[in-house]
């Protein structure tokens, strides 16, 4: 699953960046894809292998939340091929067939226009299609995806087209097929987040491999595919519900111009198993625990640590919640629209610092299990009438994309050696590590000024 965390960021920021601000991101810009340079040899709009619906296909009421309107950017990298042509015309092949039974991935986003500035979503759909790019790089190897990317967006052009405005006509679905200096291959997959969350978006890519490979054919596949929207369109709720998720804190300390100002450093930690039964011992005080709860709260006090913030500074860790199986009666297999609400674990600085992982991870696990039927018929509510949103002020947001099945993508060249995102942000993502199956990598961007002491404490559990 993954949420909106870079809409959230910059949702409340009202007023136009100044000249010197501007300047300043087209420097930090230019200097970041400096030297990863990526050429775009071709780009095709790819449309469906046999004839779709044409409708327009309303989106649920969680799907049209404000800081869903962004695109996943997901970045697989393959060790080197020998047939890049082929290869190319297979994916192609194989997109196009895909989009067949998810043809909403080929149509385009728009508000409704009965909404009446309710901001209620649709998707067009009328066969315009996905975009493929091929593209070259002459720099890039495999190796340099071992590490993390210098600047947060040094990996930037690998998804050439960087789409603002999902509602402003572009397509839903941007595939870029890079193929790098020494034959590897870079696959990054854009993914509209209103049209499908992040296990929609993998059933999706795992349909898009298996055809690929021509593992089976459009026709076999034994996978459900299922809009459904409507199951999660408002309905009357008993009680109205207190969600943090939502609630705003003040900021004590000039939190959200930090983040704004100073320069972010990409940071990557890989837990093996090892790594991760000994964080579950150390928060065993309170019982059991999953290794997402324990790392997400070791995670979360490490980074609230290293930033020095005032003692009475509210924090608050934001995750998605899958609802699947939470809701009554349950979502039908193959639903791949938003179906997650967010989770909220919140303290002050000095709890989350001086109380130690095992309370920190009963916050995580509180958040948890306070989500029921209950409690997302009343999320559900919230978005749809009030349009609640997150706020920035003190959040930390995690993404586990660890779960979603990425690293067994195979289109015909093998699993990739590296998964993560395009680019790298202030929000953090559990992702998997290759071959190593009970590992995770956390990969999160951290203040120049506070990147030392992170890595010192994320590595360093018992300090």
Known sequence: MYIAERYIYNTHRRDPPSLFQREKRTEHRRKSTMGSLVNVKEA????????????????SALDSQLFLRFTIEYLLVYSPVSDPVSLSDRLKSALSRALVPYFPFSGRVRERPDGGGGGGLEVNCRGQGALFLEA???????????KPPR?????????????????????PLVVQLTWLRDGGAALAVGVNHCVSDGIGSAEFLTLFAELSRDSLSQSDSKRKHLWDRHLLNPSPVRDS??????????????????????????TSVVFEKHRLTELKKLASRLGESTSFEVLSAHVWRSWARSLNLPSNQSLKLLFSINIRDRVKPSLPVGFYGNAFVVGCAQTTVK?????????????VKQAKERVGDDYVRSVVEAVSKAKACPDSVGVLILSQWSRLGLERLDFGFGKPVHVGSVCCDRYCLLLPVPEQNDAVKVMVAVPSSAVDSYENLVMSPNV
């Open 44 to 59: 095709t709009v790819i449309t469906t292998s046999d004839q779709t619906p044409s409708t327009v296909l309303s989106l």
């Open 136 to 146: 070259a790089s002459d720099h890039l190897t495999c190796l340099d995806f071992h």
């Open 151 to 171: 600047h947060v967006t040094s990996w930037r052009k690998l998804l050439s087209l960087n789409v603002i405005d999902v509602l402003a006509g572009a397509p």
């Open 241 to 266: 519900l207190n969600h943090l998720e939502f609630n705003r804190v003040p900021d004590l300390c000039g939190f959200v111009n930090r983040f704004n100002a100073e320069r972010l450093v990409p």
């Open 351 to 363: 709890d989350l610092t001086e109380k130690g992982l095992s309370h920190a991870t009963m916050l």
